[in-house]
């Protein structure tokens, strides 16, 4: 019986990951982004506070916050960087 050469499994590994990956994909897409309504910022207003979950680098992180501070003064805003290479 003749082995596999490393090119050959690489290559089988990625026609079967084809087959799988669309489906993969579908499940990982982003949510639909929710509207923003006055019962949202209401309930946001009587909390007091947002909590911000990010995976980009805390400084753009940190600048979406200080936006979002500025429209809705009276949120405090806490970024919470939830990548691999926290910062």
């Known amino acids: 019986m003749q082995s596999l050469s490393r090119l ?13 990956l669309p489906a993969a994909d579908r499940r990982l897409a982003a949510p639909e982004p929710r509207k923003i309504t006055a019962v949202l910022i209401a309930a946001a207003q009587k909390e007091g506070k947002v909590s911000c979950f990010s995976v ?32």
Request: positive net charge; without cysteine.
């Open 56 to 87: 980009v680098e805390l400084p753009v992180a940190k600048k979406v916050a200080k936006a979002f501070k500025a429209r809705f003064a009276n949120l405090s805003v806490r970024v919470e960087r939830s990548g691999a290479e926290r910062h």
């Open 8 to 20: 050959d499994a690489l290559a089988a590994a990625a026609a079967a990951a084809s087959l799988v």
